[in-house]
């Protein structure tokens, strides 16, 4: 009985797909806002909804590639002026709270980072529909799953396009506010391009004492990654929540 339970749609350990992904990806898609870093060819709501479910429908779910992604990405890839991009690192909600009023651009403003913001999907061989059971989980079955990689070649893209001063909010909370295997880590950090500025902020939670310092290893390790690019580094730690987001 487990074998057949774990060669079924359940065998994953990861979420399974969201209900009504499809529609969840139109809706948004419809309704985003067309700002000038949204998009560089005309918006087709449509087009873009079959790039996204052709990337992986019927498709083993451990095997995606960055090719697979690449008719989506070319449908909507982002432009966004120099000066604007927020990376994050565990701090989602943080950096999209500091950057939103302040004009700033997070990758999930940019039109596919917003389709697929806290969405699962994947999909299983020979069939049209999505796995909505389970989906492959990064560290129990594989690395190559579809989120995973939508999300390396999205934010590699958005690395390499970033000019000028780039912010990276962390938690400086953690023992190591710089992680080398998160997708910061080891996709954005190494993809910036030389004579960028990277501004990093070690925000600590509130209530919580700050754990790491721009002196610490993990901070040192960036510097070292950056400085092998080329990447100016600023940083400024000790932060706490009201201090970073401007509230006295
Ligand atoms: N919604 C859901 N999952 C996401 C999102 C998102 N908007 N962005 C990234 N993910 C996935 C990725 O697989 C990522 O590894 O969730 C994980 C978030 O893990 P964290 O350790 O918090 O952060 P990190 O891995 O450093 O990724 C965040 O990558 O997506 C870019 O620009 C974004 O700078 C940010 C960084």
């Not at 604007?84 to 999930?108: C, F, H």
């Not at 080329?230 to 509230?247: K, M």
């Amino acid at each position: 009985i487990y074998k057949w339970y774990r060669s079924g749609l359940n065998r994953w350990h990861g979420l399974g797909s969201t209900a009504d992904f499809q529609k969840i990806i139109q809706e948004r898609c419809d309704n985003y806002p067309q700002q000038i870093w949204s998009y560089s060819r005309s918006r087709n709501c449509q087009e873009i909804k079959q790039a996204f479910m052709s990337a992986f429908i019927s498709k083993d779910p451990c095997k995606a590639t960055k090719e697979d992604y690449r008719r989506l990405i070319d449908l909507a890839d982002p432009t966004v002026p120099c000066n604007k991009i927020v990376l994050w690192s565990k701090t989602k909600e943080l950096a999209r709270e500091y950057a939103k009023p302040r004009g700033l651009v997070t990758l999930e403003d940019t039109l596919l980072g917003s389709l697929a913001d806290d969405l699962h999907w994947c999909g299983e061989p020979g069939s049209p529909d999505l796995n909505t059971w389970s989906c492959p989980d990064w560290k129990k079955d594989c690395r190559t799953n579809y989120l995973t990689v939508f999300w390396e070649v999205l934010s590699k893209r958005f690395a390499e396009s970033a000019c000028g001063t780039v912010q990276v909010v962390l938690d400086g909370s953690l023992e190591n506010a710089f992680n080398e295997m998160s997708i910061f880590g080891r996709v954005e950090a190494p993809n910036l391009k030389p004579m960028v500025t990277l501004q990093a902020w070690l925000v600590h939670d509130p209530g919580k004492p700050p754990r790491d310092s721009c002196s610490g290893s993990s901070i040192t390790k960036l510097k070292s990654i950056l400085s092998e690019r080329n990447v100016r580094f600023i940083c400024r730690d000790n932060l706490s929540r009201d201090e970073f987001l401007g509230r006295f």
